[in-house]
T-cell receptor
Framework: GNSVTQMEGPVTLSEEAFLTINCTYT??????LFWYVQYPGEGLQLLLK?????DKGSNKGFEATYRKETTSFHLEKGSVQVSDSAVYFC??????????FGEGTQLTVNP | GAVVSQHPSRVICKSGTSVKIECRSL??????MFWYRQFPKQSLMLMAT?????????EQGVEKDKFLINHASLTLSTLTVTSAHPEDSSFYIC????????????FGQGTRLTVV
């Protein structure tokens, strides 16, 4: 079956620090990979995606590269802001519809 | 990007009553929608998959008679929590798939249900 393992949180950083949230996966077939962000009291927003090996997804300064050899899709940002404080979910799909989520990582950025 | 609207965002109801939550895809047609439940500080738990014009597929352990799902059109799915109890209090989130499917799911804003 499919599974996603995320770096345990919570993560607390100072503004302008470098962010890495690790994500590894197991999947049958060739998954598409996603990062979602959830702000307090809200639903999930698609942050970025990659649909094949070596693809790099990027959005709002965040990046993640689909690494088939290490089955990873780590999220990075060079300089975080207070407004980036949220919960981040790594997810995959092999069916093209149903998503498998990681446990989520709470990020807090202090000024 | 695609927009999914969920309504209401918050609802408080009395034990024993039923509550309906709507999920609408505003600018695309969604043949498949999903309903999730999220407990505090936890990931999303898939409750059911809703396909337009057919019965929903429920995950193991989810009571289909308690959580009624209707997907009457390509833009609307509803979740009705019947005979609600305090333990049903939770954050419910819907999502919809827009073709092509591997572009990811788009989520509603979520509904905070409190049963008193």
């Amino acid at each position: 079956g499919n599974s996603v393992t995320q770096m345990e949180g919570p993560v607390t950083l100072s503004e302008e620090a470098f962010l890495t949230i690790n994500c590894t996966y197991t999947a049958t077939g060739y998954p598409s990979l996603f990062w979602y962000v959830q702000y307090p009291g809200e639903g999930l927003q698609l942050l970025l995606k990659a649909t094949k090996a070596d693809d790099k997804g990027s959005n709002k300064g965040f990046e993640a590269t689909y690494r088939k050899e290490t089955t990873s899709f780590h999220l990075e940002k060079g300089s975080v802001q207070v407004s980036d404080s949220a919960v981040y979910f790594c997810a995959l799909t092999t069916s093209g519809s149903r998503l498998t989520f990681g446990e989520g990582t709470q990020l807090t950025v202090n000024p | 990007g695609a927009v999914v609207s969920q309504h209401p965002s918050r609802v408080i109801c009395k034990s024993g009553t039923s509550v309906k939550i709507e999920c609408r895809s505003l600018d695309f047609q969604a043949t498949t929608m999903f309903w999730y439940r999220q407990f505090p500080k936890q990931s999303l738990m898939l409750m059911a998959t809703s396909n337009e014009g057919s019965k929903a597929t429920y995950e193991q352990g989810v009571e289909k008679d308690k959580f009624l799902i209707n997907h009457a059109s390509l833009t609307l799915s509803t979740l009705t929590v019947t005979s609600a109890h305090p333990e049903d209090s939770s954050f419910y989130i819907c999502s919809a798939i827009r073709a092509p499917a591997n572009t990811g799911a788009f989520f509603g804003q979520g509904t905070r249900l409190t049963v008193v």
